[in-house]
């Protein structure tokens, strides 16, 4: 029996994430059109709205689920797997941080009222009014508000009537470039500095979950091209030179599995820097290895594994990649 | 009490233990990175034994301390911080746990005191000439007459054996055979007539492996460990526990700080700040790695502790730990750089270069190339961790 990944956090949650996470990679596989790929992106959010996902950190006395980090991390982990091309981490984990004690706009949140984007660095506040310039934000497919980071203040902007633009990252995401002059914004918190910190660091965290599931399931797959692909009048799996690559992209996966396992059981910054910062090692690795040990299907979008490959690479740049974690960890 | 309370107690009294009563003689060589043997490590086994620490991971009833996943982990993370030298392996983590497993109640009376107290000092022949990696190719042959086994070849690569009392071993009593078939596991003691240990330099220029002839030596039948023939078993089951020493990842973390302190120590000012940075960026992708593998390693004890199929763990441990270890060794290397490259010096500490403060670094970068070599090379964990994700 080849190669199946094992979650870290597994059952009914993990099973749903997972299903979903399939349907989705396999309706957008077809898509090519960026605005039908956009709008297929809103329908399978609406659904997850619909599932109350936004909700999983929101206190019950909001419309929430009240449910705990692992609760959140366990739907990371399935929609991960398949790679889900959907703002999670910024929707569901950094965005009820951010908004801790606001009940009324935490209630916004659970229902899909409040449909934010966030926005950590680039725009900065004087008297009230952003200003600035900030690129290549996540964005849920209709975004109501951003929640705005600017110097240590926390800031809700309507996005009604505010112009920007889209795009798509490498991993199917869709992002916003947004650049303001003086507009007002209403103030959530003066004093936001340590929330600001806490909500990035489970950003960067469920990031890392979604990517190991993401690296499991590549691996899996790399395995299952190697074993069916004959060259030579023999399976590639039979050659050592790629069998030790995939156990050593075996080892990179479990290892970051560790360091993940232990940011889940205590979420102290420093176990998530660790882990986002081996993250960008690992992850690393095993996306190009997946591509290389592919050969010239590797190099094609139409490989399901490739687009998991360019997940992997994509998530080392969310919520601070590896230099940033080190700078971090070095000046601690 | 309640757990951490209980748990922060623990690492108290452990802590205090290992200060009080772990040699300061012997700290000293651990924590300036110098090498360690017999007379290091028998005294301070006979200390913990003494104080019922001797076997943190066997059974209680065979002397064990009954500890959980988690106090083990404190016990190695508290010693190796107080640069307590790590308990040797052969006798408690190898040929220990196979003679609990396999081992008559008459071999397990006259060999697991020795091992507890630190009196009986073993080592492992299992490698030769001719059977490295391909372990199972091994020739030593021994042959049974009467109540005993006649047994002649050599091994190789056998670590301590000039310091120690017993070998365990591998040899073949059937070339009819199956290689695996063939082979049986033997206790020999190194005083038998017969036996001659040569000593072989390593590139640190240390004396710690030797080459082991054995010409006509009578081993009692009785040192035979469960069923002849049937040794593969017991000796794999065995190398899977030594793969497991990655678990311990405790000193490995404590060479990491040492080595984070040679680098801020040696590189310090402006002119050396692009490479500090960057032996210091590299010291933390070790770190993030070392910290990866501690939880494999906490899970692997969990497994052993329930009984459960260690399945690749053996293998992730040791590809996960084994060139972290020398990369931290590199960065060292890099840090002491020219200076101390040009001063080698006999590990014994014989010679002109005696003096020269960091010296030992050199010595540990060419030693610690051996991680990768020993205990199945990690060519050779590769091959296994491919053969069961392919499932071929
Ligand atoms: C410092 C030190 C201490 C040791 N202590 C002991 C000891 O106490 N007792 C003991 O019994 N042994 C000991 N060993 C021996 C050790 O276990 C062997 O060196 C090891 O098993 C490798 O065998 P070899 O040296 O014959 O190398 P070889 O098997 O000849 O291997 C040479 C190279 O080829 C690679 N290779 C081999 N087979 C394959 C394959 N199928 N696919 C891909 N690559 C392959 C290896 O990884 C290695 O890089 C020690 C070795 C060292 C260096």
């Given at each position: 029996m080849a190669f199946e990944p094992k979650p870290m956090l597994p059952g009914d949650t993990f099973d749903a994430a997972r299903r979903f996470a399939e349907a989705s990679a396999l309706k957008l596989a077809r898509l090519h059109d960026p605005a039908a790929r956009a709008a297929e992106l809103a329908t399978q959010w609406a659904a997850v709205l619909e599932l109350g996902w936004a909700g999983t950190l929101v206190p019950e006395a909001c419309g929430g689920a009240e449910g705990t980090l692992l609760d959140l991390a366990a739907l990371a982990e399935g929609a991960g797997s398949a790679g889900l091309a959907l703002p999670l981490a910024a929707t569901c984990a950094v965005a009820p941080t951010l908004l801790a004690g606001q009940d009324a706009l935490l209630a916004d949140l659970a229902a899909g009222r409040l449909q934010p984007c966030i926005v950590l660095t680039g725009l900065s506040a004087e008297a009230g009014r952003l200003s600035g310039r900030a690129v290549g934000v996540e964005t849920p497919p209709?975004?109501?508000h951003a929640l705005v980071a600017a110097g240590e203040a926390l800031y809700l902007l309507d996005l009604a009537g505010i112009g920007f633009t889209r795009h798509e990252r490498i991993d199917g995401r869709l992002t916003l470039d947004l650049e303001v002059q003086g507009v007002p914004a209403t103030l959530l918190h003066a004093d936001a500095a340590a929330l600001i910190r806490r909500a990035r660091d489970l950003g960067a965290l469920l990031t890392c979950v979604e990517a190991v599931a993401a690296m499991g399931t590549l691996i899996q797959q790399t395995i299952g091209y190697l074993l069916a692909r004959q060259q030579f009048g023999a399976a590639l799996a039979s050659f050592q030179a790629l069998r030790h690559r995939v156990a050593e992209m075996y080892v990179a996966y479990r290892n970051l599995t560790g360091l993940v396992q232990a940011a889940l059981a205590e979420p102290s910054w420093q176990n998530i820097a660790f882990a986002k910062l081996r993250l960008g090692e690992a992850g690393r690795f095993v996306a190009e290895q997946a591509i290389q040990v592919h050969?010239?299907?590797?190099?094609?979008?139409?490989l399901p594994a490739s687009r998991l490959a360019r997940r992997v690479l994509m998530a080392e740049f969310e919520y601070g990649d590896r230099h940033a974690q080190a700078a971090r960890l070095l000046a601690a | 009490m309640d757990e951490t309370a209980e748990l922060a107690a623990f690492r108290a009294e452990v802590r205090d233990f290992a200060l009080t009563h772990c040699p300061p003689e012997i700290r000293a060589v651990v924590a300036a990175n110098g090498k360690l043997g017999r007379k290091h490590w028998a005294p301070w086994q006979r200390i913990l034994h003494a104080h019922g620490?001797?076997?943190?991971?066997?059974p209680r009833e065979y002397g064990g301390t009954g500890w959980d996943q988690r106090r083990r982990h404190i016990f190695d993370e508290v010693l190796a911080e107080c640069d307590c030298p790590p308990q040797y392996h052969h006798g408690l983590r190898h040929i220990g746990p196979v003679l609990i497993e396999f081992g008559t109640a008459a071999q397990k009376a006259r060999f697991l005191p020795g091992i507890l107290n630190g009196e009986e000092w073993w080592c492992q022949g299992y490698s030769e000439p001719g059977a490295g990696s391909d372990l199972a190719s091994l020739k030593t042959r021994a042959v049974r007459d009467g109540d005993d086994y006649v047994v002649n070849g050599q091994k190789l690569w056998t670590s301590h054996a000039h310091e120690a009392d017993w070998m365990y071993t591998l040899v073949r009593t059937?070339?009819?055979?199956k290689r695996q078939e063939g082979i049986t596991m033997l206790l020999i003691p190194l005083s038998t007539p017969g036996i001659r240990v040569r000593e072989v330099r390593t590139i640190d220029s240390w004396h710690h492996v030797n080459e082991v002839f054995l010409e006509d030596v009578r081993v009692p039948?009785?040192?035979?460990?469960?069923?002849?023939?049937?040794g593969w078993t017991y000796g794999k089951f065995l190398l899977d526990r030594e793969r497991l020493g990655g678990a311990n990842v405790a000193p490995a973390f404590r060479f990491l700080e040492r080595c984070r302190e040679l680098v801020a120590r040696q590189l310090a000012g402006p002119a050396h700040a692009l490479k500090r940075e960057q032996l210091e960026y590299r010291l933390l992708l070790a770190e993030a790695e070392l910290r990866g593998a501690r939880e494999l390693g906490k899970a692997a004890v969990d497994a052993v502790m329930a009984g459960r199929p260690l399945g690749l763990m053996p293998s992730e441990l040791k590809l996960s730990t084994a060139d972290t270890v020398q990369r931290i060794g590199a960065i060292a290397l890099d840090a002491v750089g020219e200076r101390v490259a040009t001063r080698f010096r006999p590990v014994d500490g014989s010679g002109p270069n005696a003096e020269v403060e960091d010296i030992e670094w050199v010595q540990n970068f060419m030693y610690l190339r051996a991680k990768t070599i020993f205990g199945g090379s990690n060519e050779v964990q590769k091959n296994v961790v491919a053969k069961q994700l392919f499932g071929m």
């Open positions: 209709a975004p109501s050969g010239g299907m590797g190099m094609t979008e139409e | 620490w001797g076997a943190p991971s066997w059937n070339t009819e055979v039948a009785a040192n035979r460990i469960g069923e002849e023939n049937k």
